[in-house]
């Protein structure tokens, strides 16, 4: 069993900035792709960042130029660096991985329990 553990949300002013982490645990596994997704309220979940493991990286529109994702494979850490932040980033913040189980093969899809991130206008 894997487990995502998120942390660095917050509040925080319209234009200032915020660093999520999310660190991987668990037994005999390697983190293909990890990213985070977020969701506001009456809204539908959504890509915010993702990384392959290769450090190939993929950007939801609405935050193009203004966030940073990054990964420490030795660590199974992603990273989320949040600048000029707007209140429509307001959200819950929920890490992802795409994990291949090594003893087995399998493929797996993890979520964190999430973290709040509010921007203030």
């Known amino acids: 069993q894997l487990q995502l553990v998120e942390s660095g949300g917050g509040l925080v002013q319209a234009g200032g900035s915020l660093r999520l982490s999310c660190a991987a645990s668990?037994?005999?596994?390697?983190?293909?792709?990890m990213g985070w997704y977020r969701q506001a309220p009456g809204k539908q979940r959504e890509l915010v960042a993702v990384i392959s493991r290769g450090g190939s990286e993929n950007y939801g529109d609405s935050v193009k130029g203004r966030f940073t994702i990054s990964r420490d494979n030795a660590k199974n850490t992603v990273y989320l660096e949040m600048n000029s932040l707007k209140a429509e980033d307001t959200a819950v913040y929920y890490c992802n991985a795409r994990v291949l189980i090594t003893t087995t093969t399998a493929e797996y899809v993890y979520w964190g329990q999430g973290t709040q991130v509010t921007v203030s206008s």
């Open positions: 668990g037994r005999e596994f390697i983190i293909l792709d």
